[in-house]
């Protein structure tokens, strides 16, 4: 049973864009969404995360918004930069002090110049 | 640099075989985290330790175990192993933000 879902398994973007990345979940017990971001060869990088009790989170170029009812968080890049051609992966995890995350299989964004 | 770093980089080997992987925390950090990331199942938690005892278990097959040593370094056994076992494993260790973890650049092993 896959809980944490990213059914885009890759998306091409033009620089200065919108990237919108999407991820559903089916586990209603996770307290918090994060995002990774991941370059060739090296680990996943933390990037942005949300409470389960808020609907949006901002940081910098980085909003993450979350919509409880339909189980859907998104991530949106703004402007995309050729810099952010990565692997992302949506996660949720299960308690406030939880670090045992249950990630997407990920989406391949590329920013296009 | 996240400050967790991990041994081998790579390494090839055939089925049957046991490996060791190993993974040094950030200076002062705690935990340990163990994930594993291979191409059909993205990324899925293995299991924690925290200052040398096992505190949660996820995905991890009985052919695999880890420990956590008094210097904090870990080491994941991986035995029998079978062509399935080809991924990319890696260490994390973590933060006070909720959630977040530094992750090693990872170790790639291949079961051949």
């Known amino acids: 049973d896959q809980q944490v879902k990213q059914n885009s398994p890759s998306l091409s973007v033009q620089e200065g864009r919108i990237s919108i990345l999407n991820c559903d979940y089916t586990?209603?017990?996770?307290?918090?969404f994060l995002w990774y971001k991941k370059y060739p060869a090296e680990g996943p990088t933390f990037l942005i995360s949300?409470?389960?009790?808020?609907d949006k989170n901002e940081d910098g170029r980085f909003t993450v918004f979350l919509n409880k009812s339909a189980k859907h968080l998104s991530l949106h890049i703004v402007p995309s930069q050729p810099g952010d051609s990565a692997v992302y992966f949506c996660?949720?995890?299960?308690?406030?002090?939880?670090?045992?995350?249950?990630f997407g299989k990920g989406t391949k964004l590329s920013v296009i110049p | 640099d996240s400050g967790v770093t991990q041994t081998p980089k790579h390494l090839i080997t055939a089925t049957g075989q046991r490996v060791t992987l190993r993974c040094s925390p950030r200076?002062?950090?705690?935990?340990v985290y163990w994930y594993q990331q291979s191409l059909d199942q993205g990324l899925q938690f293995l299991i924690q330790y925290y200052n040398g005892e096992e505190r949660a278990k996820g995905n991890i097959l009985e052919r695999f175990s880890a420990q956590q040593f008094p210097d904090l370094h870990s080491e994941l056994n991986l035995s029998s192993l079978e062509l399935g076992d080809s991924a990319l494993y890696f260490c994390?260790?973590?933060?006070?933000?909720?959630?977040?973890?530094?992750f090693g650049e990872g170790s790639r092993l291949t079961v051949l």
């Open positions: 200076s002062g950090d705690l935990s």
């Open positions: 994390a260790s973590s933060t006070r933000t909720p959630g977040e973890l530094f």
């Open positions: 949300i409470s389960s009790i808020k």
């Open positions: 996660a949720g995890a299960r308690g406030a002090g939880s670090y045992q995350l249950t």
């Open positions: 586990n209603s017990m996770f307290d918090y």
